[in-house]
């Protein structure tokens, strides 16, 4: 079947299996591979990606519910190859170790910066409950997603 | 001791790190290669069966199938996929590529490769195996009884040994004897990144392997011996890896991966799903330890002793040296006259175990330290006080191995850790009487720096050029596992030679390329790497030193190189910068600035954890809360000190999961990993507590600027702390781990009903095994 | 391979016509957050997905004088963050902040997860104890009313026919003198599935002091979530206090052994049920009057 959406602002159209997974046209049949298989289960976060504005785990969605949906992935983040204030904290603040989840970090927390631009860390923490790592042992992230948020979030 | 550095002791980024926050890094199962073939396995669903007779017709009919592999086509040469050393000790050759029996349930039995993964695993759920059960035999004490089914034909007992130091001595009146018997559970490394390799065989002959492993020297051995293929003939590149922690360190997907890629001619690419990844690669083994104590009136140790029975699975693999290694983690930490320490390894029906972040420590630590306290306890001291009493010393000699523990700051680490927690006055509040019981527990932990041991190559050779322009390419085998190894090395060598870290250029380990190291394991890579590291750089300043000296027609001892220039000591204006000496001396004196050195550890000091955790439980449903931890941490000196401070809090969200809620669990059938993490619960960020990093930094030994290691020690007594913690809270002596719910509440049922507990009572441990301290 | 035919209706005429095609083997396919499990799992291959995500007429929360209406469509984001179910509904409000992580909450819909019928599922219990009926719509358009309890059978199965989709849930809205609570409790304290979970709503008298009727519905301890008339009748008539709570919590206790005998987790969930009904207990005694919310939410 033909997928008609809005891919990291951009407008895109392709054929493809009615019952294939969003994660595997993503990483496959559009080569965008930043979105990362962890679990295919959608508990570890790893593929989570951002739907009409909200965090979703791209493993468990049916790509052809994005029919007419805008999607973000982690590869929609820089602008001009400028890295946005959530990636340049994250850089800057040690929350990336072996960086495996931090694609699906930063969309959860792009995703909670949307709707709420100054969240506490105990509100960072609940939102990114979704998302396993095991390197970093979370202190770094919730400290990156804070600066960025002080920063102003996601705007450049 | 102050001393200033320019680069050592910041913080800086991983490497790659903007790589990684825009999804531009490639990791194994991002890697796409022009024809590439995608193969998925087919794992055994039986703990113990005959491989029959394998039928493939409809896999094969179906489109985009290349082909289906089993023991009837692959070679049937057992292999070891442990061994990183060609003619290694202690290396079982007990694998196949695919099994003709298989002996745990996820044992390879046959591999599909198709052009999509969807075409494979369509393919693979086609494919119908005739399977004749054996009975199979779970748990390490079942499969040594007499007449228990043997798992491989020569006997289930794969390894024992029995070391000892000192003798045994009468003991003293008013000596205390103390016996704890204590299971740790299978754990598994849950890498957020699955299991991966690709490998491509082309038209020459020549293989090619892209692996996030811990050792491409080690898995060309092991390709290489298995498929008949000269060494040079196969090429091992180390890829991005999104964590390993010890579970990528084995050779599990790259010889039959390279098998698959030899058999098409083209390049194959195998990922593993999360059940699989859980069930069929390693997992920290399952074992039950019995440790023994005598200790004076004032809780002096005088003898320790440890019995350590280990699952090794249906294959050997490192299972024999992480028994021995156990067996070196004790005297480092405590003197004690006498310590005898006996293993036994098991094959079992039950999956393979591998080597896991700490390699022992932490579950030797964890029966050690449980022991401690319920000395502790007996003889009503504190537990700080306890350990005070009986911890190493700078300079102790670690009786086991003759060699120094070297600036062993295990007491400084206790104390100053105590204090920063608050310990006193947090250990002298009450548990409390309602429904929420609060206490702390603390351990101590000892790991080591290298592998020096006499068993292994604990050798790195790595090589340093300098370009026209002064920048530097650093070509070593180095494999990053997530702690910034990379980043470490630059520091050191920016450190050493006086230029900026961002002027150095590292790839990681290629094995065409780059030249050899033993691999990332053993705590090695600071400690032995990074001095290598060092001794590397020192020798390229020297060279460039030698050079400039050359060029100004003067003596070199009158020389010093600063700040990116060589200049005659004290005078100012009269030097030669870097990029002029490195193109000068080439044109003139054909002389090249690049230098090559080989490092090999010649110590292994002890490196050293002390973790305080403060827990509440619920004593309605059994749950556990850690509230708040702190770790102190023998560093010898920090490096990257974001990066050590991520390492230690990586380090105890796994410990706390060890202690309170990670279990491989094995139904009755061997199955293991069923609903992937549905059912194997990682503490999350929600879960996460507080976590205060304390480092002790008071160098002095070997390492590069007085650097140990970080990665493994700080998981050692993690897990400890917190059981500590809670049986403090409870009133309990809970020895099996995790501490589940079901498990607390199970003990709690021992002790006076909860509405009427006035004190603390102790009870023995609830349906677990203390059959040995009778 | 065959793959499946999808039909996505964006209205229930659609979906009616959509549902005449269906067959044994078809599915319906809400958030996607369970199904698309099961089909991993099962490698079964539909040979129809219908896309229920369009349906957006499926996604409200509406107040109707005393009755409240919740679309199938309705994710349990959206349940979590109306502030009118806050008030009239707050157990369901509350488990549906319970279910997953953020990012299942935010495609899992509520007629999915009872569709999908887990023994775990949270939304469960909250909805027995609002007497909640389900509104089915049918191949021929039209649709019927039934009593949520008369969905469920065996575990992770319904009574739903293949040519039958649930539309929407009703139920009545607490009223100013009933309060209402959820617990649940899993392996670890966010993103678990239920090792127990209940919901509870009581009325109480005039003054708030006295419960004059209460309803108790328990998941995760047999195949279905249950409502359990026994432990609610130990607290009529009773005073809401901590010696009320602990009879009730007792009462758990013996409606575990009731329902579980011979389950190796019986030792366990009849001492940790306790544990459950303090926490209603505690979230019931702390309603502030009037509001029918037992707690806030994030």
């Known amino acids: ?156 | 001791m102050a001393t200033a550095f320019k680069y050592v002791g910041r913080s800086y980024p991983a490497p790659d790190a903007l790589r990684k926050a825009s999804g531009e890094l490639l990791y194994g199962s991002d890697l796409r290669l022009p024809g590439m073939l995608y193969a998925r396995l087919v794992l055994s669903p039986h703990a113990h069966a005959a491989v029959g007779a394998i039928d493939t017709k409809a896999a094969l009919s179906v489109p985009g199938v290349v082909g289906v592999y089993s023991y009837h086509d692959a070679p049937s040469t057992p292999y070891c996929r442990y061994r990183i050393v060609p003619g290694q000790a202690g290396c079982i050759d007990d694998e196949m590529l695919f099994a003709s029996t298989a002996r745990f349930v996820g044992d390879r039995v046959a591999a599909v490769v198709a052009s999509s993964l969807e075409a494979a695993s369509e393919a693979a759920r086609l494919i119908e195996v005739v399977y004749t059960q054996l009975p199979p035999v779970f748990g390490a004490d079942a499969a040594l009884e007499s007449g228990a089914t043997r798992v491989h034909p020569g006997g289930n007992l794969v390894h024992q040994f029995d070391h000892a130091t000192g003798e045994p001595a009468a003991l003293p009146a008013g000596a205390v004897t103390t016996c704890t018997a204590v299971h740790t559970q299978m754990l598994h490394h849950a890498a957020i990144e699955p299991h991966t390799c690709l490998a491509n065989f082309d038209a020459s002959g020549k293989l090619t392997i892209y692996s996030p492993c811990q050792s491409v020297y080690g898995a060309r051995t092991v390709v290489a011996d298995l498929l008949g293929l000269a060494y040079n003939r196969v090429r091992v590149v180390k890829v991005p890896m999104g964590g390993s922690f010890g579970g990528k360190q084995e050779f599990i997907l790259e010889p039959v991966t390279a098998y698959l890629a030899m058999q098409t001619g083209r390049p194959v690419s195998l990922t593993l799903d999360r059940e699989e990844c859980i069930r069929a690669t390693t997992v920290r083994p399952e074992q039950r330890s019995v440790v023994r104590s005598a200790v004076r009136a004032d809780g002096v140790l005088l003898s320790l002793e440890v019995d350590t029975l280990l699952a090794a699975g249906a294959y050997a693999g490192s299972s024999p040296d992480y028994a021995q290694a156990m067996a070196h983690k004790l005297t480092r930490l405590y003197r004690v006259g006498r310590y005898r320490h006996r293993g036994r390894v098991a094959y079992t029906n039950a999956p393979v175990a591998g080597g896991m972040r700490g390699w022992g420590a932490p579950d030797v630590a964890t029966c050690a330290e449980i022991h401690m306290d319920q000395i502790a306890r007996r003889l009503g001291l504190d537990p700080f006080d306890l350990r005070l009493r009986n911890l190493v010393h700078p300079g102790d000699i670690d009786p086991i191995t003759g060699r120094s523990v070297g600036e062993a700051r295990v007491r400084e680490c206790l104390e100053r850790g105590a204090e920063a927690f608050g310990w006193r006055e947090r250990a002298a509040m009450p548990a409390g009487p309602g429904r929420i019981r609060r206490a702390v527990g603390l351990a101590c932990g000892a790991h080591k720096n290298g592998i020096l041991s006499g068993a292994f190559p604990d050798v790195c050779t790595m090589t340093l050029k300098m370009n026209e322009d002064g920048s530097l390419d650093l070509n070593a085998s180095i494999h990053e596992v997530g702690a910034a190894s990379v980043v470490t090395l630059k520091t050191i060598i920016a450190e050493e030679l006086d230029v900026a870290p961002e002027t150095i250029s590292a790839r990681e380990a290629d094995s065409e390329t780059s030249p050899y190291d033993f691999g990332c394991f053993g705590s090695r890579m600071t400690y032995v790497c990074g001095a290598g590291a060092r001794a590397l750089a020192a020798k390229l300043r020297d060279r460039l030193i030698a050079a400039a000296a050359e060029l100004l027609q003067i003596s070199p001892m009158i020389l010093e190189a600063v700040n990116g220039r060589v200049r005659r000591i004290g005078v100012a204006g009269s030097d030669l910068s870097y990029p002029e000496i490195v193109r000068g001396s080439r044109m003139r004196h054909a002389r090249d600035m690049i230098v090559t050195h080989t490092y090999k550890g010649t110590s292994n000091p002890g490196s050293y954890c002390v973790q305080f955790a403060q827990v509440e439980v619920d004593v309605l449903t059994g749950l556990t809360r850690v509230i708040r931890m702190l770790t102190a941490v023998d560093i010898g000196r920090a490096i990257n000190r974001g990066m050590v401070e991520g390492q230690c809090r990586g380090a105890i969200q796994a410990g706390i999961g060890s202690a309170l809620c990670e279990e491989v669990v094995l139904d009755g059938a061997g199955r293991a990993g069923t609903g992937g993490f549905k059912n194997y619960h990682l503490v999350n960020a929600a879960d996460m507590p507080p976590v205060t990093v304390l480092l002790v930094e008071h160098d002095g030994d070997d390492g590069p600027y007085g650097a140990k290691s970080v990665g493994e020690i700080a998981t050692v007594p993690t897990a400890a702390a917190i059981v500590n913690a809670v049986n403090r809270a409870l009133g309990t002596a809970m020895t099996t781990l995790p501490l589940t719910p079901e498990r607390i509440v199970a003990a709690l049922g021992k002790v006076a009903e909860v509405a009427e507990v006035a004190e603390v009572a102790e009870v023995a441990e609830v349906g677990g095994w203390d059959a040995s301290c009778s | 391979m065959n793959r499946p035919a999808l039909l996505a209706p964006r209205d229930l005429a659609a979906l009616a016509a959509a549902l005449h095609r269906a067959t044994p083997d078809s599915r319906l396919i809400a958030g996607g957050t369970d199904l698309m499990l099961r089909l991993r799992a099962s490698g079964i291959r539909p040979d129809l997905l219908i896309d229920l995500s369009g349906l957006r007429e499926l996604a409200f929360i509406r107040k109707e004088g005393g009755l409240v209406r919740i679309g199938a469509m309705t994710t349990f984001a959206q349940i979590q963050r109306d502030a009118m179910l806050a008030i009239h509904a707050s157990c369901l409000s509350r488990a549906a902040a319970h279910v997953g992580s953020v990012q299942i909450r935010n495609v899992a819909t509520i007629g999915g997860n009872v569709a999908n019928a887990s023994p775990c599922a949270d939304a469960m219990p909250a909805l027995l104890v609002l007497d909640a009926s389900v509104g089915v719509l049918n191949r021929a358009g039209n649709i019927e009313r039934r009593p949520l309890r008369d969905l469920l059978a065996e575990a992770g199965t319904t009574t739903l026919g293949t040519d039958e989709a649930i539309v929407d849930f009703s139920f009545a809205a607490l009223s100013a003198n009933q309060r209402s609570a959820f617990g649940k409790f899993g392996a670890r304290s966010s993103v678990a599935v239920a090792e127990l979970n209940g919901a509870m709503i009581v009325k109480l008298d005039e003054t708030q002091r006295t419960i004059t009727q209460a309803r108790i519905a328990f998941g995760s301890i047999g195949p279905t979530a249950f409502v359990d008339d026994r432990v609610a009748a130990v607290l009529l008539d009773k005073p809401l206090n901590n010696d009320t709570i602990e009879s009730f919590a007792q009462a758990c206790s013996g409606m575990v052994s009731r329902s579980i005998p011979h389950r190796s987790s019986l030792p366990y969930k009849r001492h940790a049920v306790r544990g459950l009904a303090h926490d209603l207990g505690i979230a019931i005694q702390g309603a502030p009057m009037g509001s029918g919310a037992a707690e806030g939410f994030e």
């Open chain 1, 1 to 156: 079947m033909q997928l008609s959406t809005v891919l990291n602002g951009r407008q895109v159209s392709l054929d493809i299996a009615p019952d294939a997974r969003l994660i595997d046209v993503l990483r496959n049949e559009l080569e965008l591979t930043g979105t990362k298989e962890g679990c295919a289960e959608g508990e570890c976060g790893a593929c989570t990606v951002v739907i009409d504005g909200v965090a979703v785990n791209a493993c468990l969605v049916l790509a052809a519910q994005v029919q007419g949906k805008s999607v973000l992935t982690v590869e929609g983040l820089a602008s001009a190859g400028h890295a946005n204030a959530l990636q340049r904290k994250f850089v800057e603040l040690g929350a990336i170790q072996c960086g495996f989840c931090t694609p699906g970090m930063l969309m959860s927390a792009t995703a909670l910066l949307a709707r709420n631009s100054k969240p506490s860390h105990d509100e960072i923490r609940r939102a990114l409950a979704g998302n396993l790592c095991r390197c970093t042992g979370y202190a770094a992230i919730i400290e990156a997603v804070a600066a960025a948020a002080d920063e102003g979030g996601s705007a450049q």
